[in-house]
């Protein structure tokens, strides 16, 4: 199960949330060839976040999923989350900071198990 957490500094509209939610999962599903009913998006606005000592407009996304990343992927996400926020909610790209992580599955909950 893909996870993307996007956290901006801007307050957004509902419709704004939805999309950003909506495009990430929809783009992290097709790159890492996932169904999109696997990814969850959550999307945190309203952040105070200061970057270079300047409070200022920013994101920090943080992708975590079971496998499917590598170096080529990882780049390909990249591209298409900063296009996807960029697009959606108007913060540049180099204001914009990306973690991917891959998961074992041993340390992933859901359903009363794990994806071991």
């Known amino acids: 199960m893909p996870l993307i957490k996007t956290q901006v ?3 957004l509209s509902k419709i704004e949330k ?4 909506k495009e990430l ?3 992290c599903a097709s790159v890492l060839g996932k169904s999109v009913s696997y990814v969850a998006s959550i999307v945190d606005d309203n952040s105070t976040i200061a970057f270079g000592g300047d409070i200022q407009d920013f994101a920090f996304v943080e992708l975590k999923s079971i496998g499917a990343l590598n170096p080529d992927v990882n780049k390909d996400l990249t591209v298409a989350i900063c296009a996807i926020v960029s697009d ?3 913060i540049p790209s180099d204001k914009i900071y990306i973690e991917i992580s891959d998961v074992n599955g041993a340390y992933w909950g859901w359903n009363n198990q794990t994806f071991r």
């Open 18 to 21: 939805e999309t950003l939610a």
């Open 88 to 90: 959606v909610i108007d």
């Open 25 to 27: 999962s929809a783009k």
């Open 9 to 11: 500094s801007k307050e």
